[in-house]
């Protein structure tokens, strides 16, 4: 029985030691998998910054930006070039965790301002869904600045 016994140990290292070697451990330095708590909490962020934009806060804005984002420009500087819309409304609609990162779906409707000297005085408000990306750095959600670029109106010409 103890040879039985010893063998089921020895076993059990190995499937333990292949499923480490195929990326099906869990060990510290692979990535958490996510929560319903910890989906909501990014929900809850993506929310926060939207509403920001929405307010017209770039202050707020930047406060939710990755650390390395927030180290490379300032939140003057990331309120700056915001010109060309308005955002009017947001709506929170999905949210995709894939280790330490996140895709957030949002639909947002923005308000194209067109220049005094434009041949239309104005343009209909447009519904557009943002994939929004967002990192996860020591449990918290940040919004990555390589997706804080182009707002959806200034992709678009007149």
Known sequence: MRALWGGGLVLLEVVG????????SSSASSAPMASEADVL???????????ARVAGDPKAQWELLEPRGKGR????EYG?????????????EDATVSGFFATVKVRVLVQQLLPPSAS???????????????????GVWYRRLDDGGRAPFQAREP
């Open 41 to 51: 909490a990014l929900r809850e962020r993506a929310a926060a910054f939207w509403a």
């Open 120 to 138: 239309r005085p104005s343009v209909p408000p447009q519904a557009t869904v943002v994939n929004d990306g967002w990192i996860r750095i020591g």
């Open 80 to 92: 700056a070039d915001r010109g060309g819309g308005q955002y009017l409304a947001y709506q929170v």
């Open 17 to 24: 030691w292949a499923a480490s070697v195929h990326g099906q």
């Open 73 to 76: 420009i300032t939140a003057q």
